[in-house]
């Protein structure tokens, strides 16, 4: 294979190495704002919950504040009782009273409810918290991980660009820029595989004497349509029968 053809193969497999290590290197910020989004939904779970305590004790509170009114109204009522001098008076306290002690009854229920609402939000407090715990240490064995990640993709980048230099000293300028300036308009791929008198890239059917040609590996040719670089890579049978 022609010198300068094998070299270029091997920059190009480097250079998409590169790109596909880059992508990932792109894809990482990503990675680690989703890890925070994770973490900030198990956050507004604590604080949803707290929400609803507060709320809670707040209603607490303004039941506990009318429980006391309606309890000092019953006691006057029952003092007052006491003072009536005629039946219809005290007929009509003892409405009062009775009217005064079902509402009682009534905040008392609801008080009730109230604290039972409180120890159930208590449990799932502890339960979101705990939910919080564990997705903060997930997160963080994550997060090293993905650093971890980088630093390893960061140091292949740093050898792949020092491979590729170290390939590129040993390819003549004229190539050197035929494989550049293809691979600045091919989106960074300046060769193709001829395959079944093919350009495997643009798919267009090579004329049949060129298709020939590049058979041979022994010159830089490019495919009429897509100006692609192209070389063969030859059957194991082909390799076999050749010396």
Do not use: W
Request: net charge negative; proline share 2%; aromatic share 2%.
């Amino acid at each position: 294979m022609h010198s300068d053809l094998r070299h270029l193969i091997h920059i190009q497999e480097l250079d998409l190495a590169a790109e596909r290590v880059r992508r990932r290197i792109a894809e990482i910020p990503d990675a680690m704002t989703a890890l925070d989004a994770r973490l900030a939904e198990r956050a507004g779970d604590v604080e949803a919950v707290k929400t609803k305590i507060a709320a809670n004790q707040a209603a607490r509170r303004e039941i506990e504040k009318d429980l006391a009114v309606v309890q000092g109204r019953l006691s006057k009522f029952k003092s007052q009782q006491m003072e009536v001098k005629t039946n219809k008076e005290y007929q009509t306290m003892q409405h009062e009273i009775q009217t005064a002690e079902q509402q009682v009854r009534e905040h008392e229920d609801r008080l009730l409810e109230r604290m039972e609402e409180q120890e159930t939000l208590a449990a799932e407090l502890k339960q979101v918290e705990s939910a919080l715990k564990a997705e903060q240490g997930e997160v963080n064995r994550e997060k090293q991980a993905i650093q971890g990640e980088r630093g390893e993709l960061e140091k292949t980048l740093e050898q792949n660009t020092s491979e590729r230099g170290g390939v590129a000293a040993q390819v003549t300028r004229q190539a050197l820029d035929l494989f550049d300036s293809v691979a600045k308009h091919r989106k960074g791929i300046a060769l193709s595989e001829a395959r079944d008198g093919l350009c495997s890239q643009c798919h267009v059917r090579l004329r049949p004497q060129i298709f020939n040609e590049v058979r041979r590996n022994e010159s830089l040719l490019q495919c009429d349509s897509c100006s692609r670089i192209l070389y063969y890579v030859p059957t194991p049978a082909e390799s076999a029968a050749r010396p």
